[in-house]
């Protein structure tokens, strides 16, 4: 008898954990590293970090279906895909002609809609509100992961030993 409550027990600890993961998915509680578009989005972001050259300029220009040498008479802002946004940032030294020679620099701006919900609110006045509109954009990734690795350390101790 006591088997049978057991497992019993395990059948409804399982059930009550995929009931609270079928209603986490539908309200977008799902962590940034299982949804593969955020991935795709951070690999457009560290487009930027790559060194200029022909490569890293044909490379964001692929986006927008365009190659160095074209061009530049198309628009700079697309809609890659349902949560993905792009916009082109060219500093160019002539104009009218995707030319190495001519470009500065190139930046690719990534806006990722994460729709996800945040709560935001005034405990004074009970204003409470969702936002349902969430992006992020390439710098959140280079403002997060690319810190150094002390960036979080208590540094009270240090004013103090420097004071001795």
Same mark, same amino acid.
């Given at each position: #008898? /006591?088997?049978?409550f /057991?497992f019993?027990?395990h059948?409804?600890i399982?059930?009550v954990?995929?009931i609270?993961?079928?209603i986490?998915?539908?309200l977008h509680?799902?962590?940034?590293?299982?949804?593969?578009?955020?991935?795709e989005?951070?690999k #457009?972001c @560290?487009?930027?970090?790559?060194p !200029?050259? @022909? @490569?890293k300029y044909?490379?964001?220009?692929?986006?927008? =279906?365009?190659k160095?040498?074209d061009?530049?008479? $198309?628009?700079?802002?697309?809609?890659?895909?349902?949560?993905?946004?792009l916009?082109?940032d060219?500093y160019p030294n002539?104009?009218?002609?995707?030319?190495? =020679?001519?470009?500065?620099? +190139?930046y690719? &701006? +990534?806006?990722?809609?994460?729709? %996800?919900i @945040?709560?935001?609110? &005034?405990e004074g006045? #009970?204003?409470f509100?969702?936002? $349902?509109? !969430?992006e992020l954009?390439c710098?959140?990734?280079?403002n997060? %992961?690319?810190?150094? &690795?002390?960036?979080?350390? =208590?540094?009270?101790? =240090? /004013?103090?030993?420097? &004071?001795?």
């Amino acid at each position: #008898m /006591k088997k049978y409550f /057991k497992f019993k027990k395990h059948i409804l600890i399982l059930l009550v954990l995929w009931i609270i993961y079928l209603i986490g998915i539908p309200l977008h509680y799902t962590p940034y590293a299982l949804q593969p578009s955020y991935w795709e989005f951070k690999k #457009m972001c @560290e487009l930027n970090e790559l060194p !200029n050259s @022909e @490569e890293k300029y044909n490379k964001i220009l692929s986006y927008f =279906d365009k190659k160095l040498g074209d061009r530049d008479d $198309f628009p700079h802002t697309k809609q890659y895909s349902r949560r993905i946004r792009l916009s082109l940032d060219i500093y160019p030294n002539g104009i009218s002609r995707l030319d190495f =020679d001519k470009i500065q620099d +190139v930046y690719i &701006n +990534v806006k990722w809609q994460t729709y %996800h919900i @945040e709560t935001l609110g &005034n405990e004074g006045n #009970m204003d409470f509100r969702f936002d $349902f509109d !969430n992006e992020l954009y390439c710098g959140y990734i280079y403002n997060i %992961h690319n810190l150094p &690795n002390n960036f979080f350390k =208590d540094r009270r101790n =240090d /004013k103090q030993t420097a &004071n001795q």
